[in-house]
């Protein structure tokens, strides 16, 4: 999911899209973009950042769930390796 730009505004397709290429190999139909302002506020009440020691998320964070049954698989705050090796084995 991709929330916002730089600039903390709403990220633009052109803007999703190089986010998005990013990760070789993976289409761009797999990618998700919310451009509403309480997008983070939304996807935080439903699922569990990792947050540091003091409570603190560094963006950009990153998490993948398995779509089969939503299982968190990966958070790039407490995982090893990387979002697109995570992401690759659950793709069809």
Do not use: R
């Not at 950009?60 to 090796?85: I, K």
């Amino acid at each position: 999911m991709l929330g916002e730009n730089n600039n903390y505004q709403p990220a633009s397709l052109s803007q999703c899209v190089s986010y998005a290429s990013q990760y070789s190999g993976i289409p761009l139909s797999k990618f998700y973009v919310d451009s509403n302002p309480q997008a983070h506020e939304i996807l935080f009440s439903a699922l569990f950042p990792y947050p540091d020691s003091q409570g603190y998320l560094y963006f950009p964070w990153e998490a993948v769930l398995n779509g089969q049954g939503m299982e968190y698989v990966f958070s790039n705050a407490v995982s090893p390796g990387d979002a697109e090796s995570t992401i690759a084995p659950l793709l069809p």
